[in-house]
């Protein structure tokens, strides 16, 4: 009676057929309505008690039984790419890899059409395939911090450093004072007691630098050590500090939001056309993505190029910003003619999806099958085998510095010398003035008798 009946595969159909005493369920479904009627045994209804297989829906569905089905491609790396070579067509990416494992497990086979028109993707209304980031030229020039050499230590350790530098510079003077009238007549006692001397030596010892003058006593020599051991470590932290300050090449951006890109106001922005990232800044519900859509994507066709590289060939020629999945910006990175730059900032984290037709039966139990194989870590473990060949020069990567990436540091360098040769052209201006006035010699006048 059922023979000729199709039962689609994502239906539950149970019929109940009595033997006897006892009632037994079979489920029955079609993979297609050219397929043969599948049976399951269900359960039996035996002595008013009911034994039934509690598997879900699709637990004991993993055979198609050969069925060949039609699906779409685009080149659209790390996810797939397919090329013709002899007439034999050749699959890669980490979506070809996903389904041939799912061929396997459900016992289907696929026959795949290219897309000619390269679509990025279907504007959903519930996210994307993979997340997605804005993405400008990199600036030629870098940022310069004048604040690096303050950076190292907080306010308070600096506070605390000078602090400790006239705390120690009074207790060396009144060390020295107290030898001075209660010693036994060292060295101490032939130096004039100075509290500036002492204010400098001390700055001097945290400087790493030493004295022209040798204290003799051990409270004093004490005090230094102590002096000299704390700048060590001080001196240690803050160039370790400092260095990795410098090192760090800090990018002049326009902007790192889309709100400070609104702001701006002379950049266009675009994502790919007939993608599904228009959906994320058209219908969203944060009104900085409306704007950026309405002010900076909508007016312009042109800000909705047909590729991923065609869009950042765009970034490289104009004032630009274009979103796009940073997996497929990878993909193509040694292709742009240019250095690009992301903004972590306006990341969004979107989801990987697989679209069928409406109305597939297949869905579910395919569905199904990827949360097996997403608990069971093959997912992940296809990830990282195919994005492994990946150019991943769009992130961050070492650089060597170059002469104006230490302008602070010989600024500093520069302007010190100059001080120093300054103050020290004072100084022998003000010493000579001082020994002319101190040895200049008397006029005597001399009268003839």
Request: glycine letters at 6%; hydrophobic letters at 40%.
């Amino acid at each position: 009676m059922l023979e000729e009946v199709h039962i689609p595969i994502n239906s539950r159909f149970v019929v109940a057929k009595r033997r006897g005493d006892s009632v037994y369920l079979t489920e029955m479904y079609r993979v297609t309505a050219d397929h043969y009627l599948t049976k399951l045994q269900l359960g039996v209804w035996r002595n008013g008690t009911l034994a039934v297989n509690k598997n879900t829906i699709y637990q004991g569905r993993s055979d198609l039984q050969g069925l060949t089905m039609t699906a779409i491609t685009i080149n659209s790396m790390p996810y797939s790419r397919m090329t013709e070579i002899n007439d034999t067509f050749i699959t890669k990416g980490s979506m070809f890899s996903l389904w041939a494992i799912m061929e396997r497990r459900l016992n289907f086979t696929t026959e795949y059409l290219h897309s000619d028109d390269e679509f990025a993707g279907i504007e959903m209304d519930n996210g994307s395939w993979s997340g997605c980031i804005a993405f400008i030229k990199r600036p030629g020039v870098l940022e310069i911090n004048w604040g690096n050499f303050w950076s190292p230590f907080d306010l308070s350790l600096w506070m605390t450093i000078s602090i400790t530098i006239f705390s120690v510079s009074v207790i060396v003077e009144a060390c020295h004072r107290l030898i001075k009238q209660f010693g036994d007549g060292c060295y101490e006692n032939h130096q004039q007691p100075f509290f500036i001397d002492s204010l400098f030596y001390t700055f001097g010892a945290f400087c790493s630098q030493g004295q022209d003058m040798t204290y003799r006593s051990v409270s004093v020599r004490t005090a230094f050590l102590v002096a000299h051991f704390t700048a060590v470590v001080l001196m240690a932290a803050y160039s370790a500090g400092l260095i990795s300050s410098l090192t760090i090449a800090t990018l002049n951006l326009p902007f790192t939001t889309y709100k400070e890109m609104l702001h701006d106001g002379t950049y266009k922005a675009g994502v790919a056309a007939k993608s599904s990232g228009i959906g994320l800044f058209k219908v969203s519900k944060d009104h900085v993505m409306r704007e950026v859509y309405t002010k900076l994507m909508e007016p312009d066709p042109k800000n909705f190029p047909t590729t991923t590289l065609e869009g950042l060939r765009r970034v490289c020629s104009m004032k630009y910003v274009f979103v796009a999945q940073t997996t497929r910006v990878q993909a193509v990175a040694d292709q742009i003619p240019c250095r690009i730059v992301d903004l972590p900032a306006t990341s969004v984290h979107v989801n990987l999806a697989i679209p069928f037709s409406k109305g597939n039966p297949y869905r579910g139990i395919i569905n199904y099958h990827l949360q097996v194989m997403k608990a069971g870590g093959i997912l992940q473990k296809l990830k990282p085998d195919e994005l492994s060949d990946l150019n991943l020069g769009v992130k961050s990567e070492l650089e060597s510095l170059n002469l104006g990436d230490t302008a602070p540091l010989l600024s500093v360098l520069c302007a010190s010398m100059i001080v120093g040769f300054s103050l020290l052209l004072l100084e022998h201006k003000a010493r000579r003035l001082l020994t002319i006035r101190l040895y200049k010699p008397e006029h005597t006048d001399f009268q003839l008798a």
